[in-house]
Nanobody
Framework: QVQLVESGGGLVQPGGSLRLSCRVS???????????MAWYRQAPGKQRDLVAA???????NTASSVKGRFTISRDNTKNTVYLQMNSLKPEDTAIYYC???????????????WGQGTQVTVSS
């Protein structure tokens, strides 16, 4: 089965930077041709919200709360999706989840895959 393995979370000071990685494994095909990839985050007591997404065509979308600070990208040769986070704020503190969602027009036996989540804490 497809697995999403995340890394890169940790403790960082306000204004600092962090890069999250999501390694995709277990597929017999290029998942980036079938699934849109995204990063979500969930703070304590709040709903899980979309942070950024990149489609099978390479188009990106970033939530207004992180626009200009966060950048989503992918490396097809490494089957890895990244989230570069700059100018971090305390309100960015959350568990960050990697997600693969069956793209419109694609046929998928399973519509969604989720990573285990990685904790990002922004604090002095």
């Amino acid at each position: 089965q497809v697995q999403l393995v995340e890394s890169g979370g940790g403790l960082v000071q306000p204004g600092g930077s962090l890069r999250l990685s999501c390694r995709v494994s277990g597929s017999a095909f290029s998942i980036f041709n079938i699934y849109d990839m995204a990063w979500y985050r969930q703070a304590p007591g709040k709903q899980r919200d979309l942070v950024a997404a990149i489609t099978t065509r390479g188009a990106t979308n970033t939530a207004s709360s992180v626009k200009g600070r966060f950048t989503i990208s992918r490396d097809n040769t490494k089957n890895t999706v990244y989230l570069q986070m700059n100018s971090l704020k305390p309100e960015d503190t959350a568990i960050y989840y990697c997600n693969a969602h069956c793209a419109p027009g694609s046929w998928c036996r399973i519509n969604d895959y989720w990573g285990q989540g990685t904790q990002v804490t922004v604090s002095s």
